[in-house]
């Protein structure tokens, strides 16, 4: 099966750096994707990795090694509405159109 | 203004009567999705088709189906509704796979309750 694991909760404070960590165990890989999903709302898409390193995207950035099926989501200058969960999704390499989703980080930003 | 649509947003019913929720693209997207959302658990993928046509199995398939007759529409079929399908239900679309790096473009979800 696929297995994609998150750490559940985060707190942070405004303007701190916060890390999101996503492992996965797939029996495939064809791309690592990182969405915002603020309460009540529909996912909105932050990143996208299919090979090893860092993406860079103003705020946030996303690395990946497929070697240690590991990525993190890297948030800097956090603000308030940074406050959300952050979904990490794999898509399946052996079937283009599956994808995988972790439960899910909620981040809580504080003053 | 490109987006996704679905339709009802919120709906209560009975266990037993058939269901049917819309969802609808105006992007000419080939790609089309659909998932469910329970608290604490990240989104798991009912279906979602290629194009016109086909489709497959996600992860949860059992007590759904759906259709593509065509391109910008995959609607979500619940043929006998019960309690264990509650949940919040999102539509995505996604230009095509080609590359495999085009991002998901959500609906605004539809939050269903089956008593």
């Not at chain 1, 993190?72 to 994808?99: F, H, P, W």
């Amino acid at each position: 099966g696929q297995n994609i694991d998150q750490p559940t909760e985060m707190t942070a404070t405004e303007g701190a750096i916060v890390q999101i960590n996503c492992t996965y165990q797939t029996s495939g890989f064809n791309g690592l994707f990182w969405y915002q999903q603020h309460a009540g709302e529909a996912p909105t898409f932050l990143s996208y990795n299919v090979l090893d390193g860092l993406e860079e995207k103003g705020r946030f950035s996303s690395f990946l090694s497929r070697s240690k099926g590991y990525s993190y989501l890297l948030l800097k200058e956090l603000q308030m509405k940074d406050s959300a969960s952050y979904l990490c999704a794999v898509r399946i390499n052996t079937n283009a159109g599956k994808s995988t989703f972790g439960d899910g980080t909620t981040l809580t930003v504080k003053p | 203004e490109a987006q996704v649509t679905q339709n009802p947003r919120y709906l209560i019913t009975v266990t037993g009567k058939k269901l049917t929720v819309t969802c609808s693209q105006n992007m000419n997207h080939e790609y089309m999705s659909w998932y469910r959302q329970d608290p604490g658990l990240g989104l798991r993928q009912i279906y979602y088709s290629m194009n016109v046509e086909v489709t497959d199995k996600g992860d949860v398939p059992e007590g759904y189906k759906v259709s593509r007759k065509e391109k910008r529409n995959f609607p979500l079929i619940l043929e006998s509704p019960s309690p264990n399908q509650t949940s919040l239900y999102f539509c995505a679309s996604t230009p095509t796979l080609a590359g495999g790096g085009d991002t998901q473009y959500f609906g605004p979800g539809t939050r269903l309750t089956v008593l």
